[in-house]
Nanobody, 116 residues
Framework: QVQLVESGGGLVQAGGSLRLSCVAT????????IGWYRQAPGKQRELVAT???????NNGDSVKGRFTISRDNGKNTVYLQMNSLKPEDTAVYYC??????????WGKGTPVTVSS
């Protein structure tokens, strides 16, 4: 089992920056992919950015060039640096992981609100 706990959300003005963190505990050696999804009110959950164990990155189209995913293996932590934030980035941001066996894990989410 893997547990994921997010932090770093909050209220920011348009054009500002935030950095989200996700700490993984448990069977972290089994994580093949880890990253971020988000869900805005009334919308479906969408991909933000994910990273494979080997370091390959997959970014959602709406955040390319503005958001950067990174990780610190020693701390079992993945980060999401969000720059040039827009009101449409307002959402609950969820940490996500998938194991070698295909099991998926989700954090409880951290809310991000971008004011115009």
């Amino acid at each position: 089992q893997v547990q994921l706990v997010e932090s770093g959300g909050g209220l920011v003005q348009a054009g500002g920056s935030l950095r989200l963190s996700c700490v993984a505990t448990g069977s972290t050696f089994s994580i093949k992919f880890i990253g971020w999804y988000r869900q805005a009110p009334g919308k479906q959950r969408e991909l933000v950015a994910t990273m494979s164990r080997g370091g390959s990155i997959n970014n959602g189209d709406s955040v390319k060039g503005r958001f950067t995913i990174s990780r610190d293996n020693g701390k079992n932590t993945v980060y999401l640096q969000m720059n040039s934030l827009k009101p449409e980035d307002t959402a609950v941001y969820y940490c996500w992981g998938r194991s070698d066996g295909g099991m998926e894990y989700w954090g409880k989410g951290t809310p991000v609100t971008v004011s115009s």
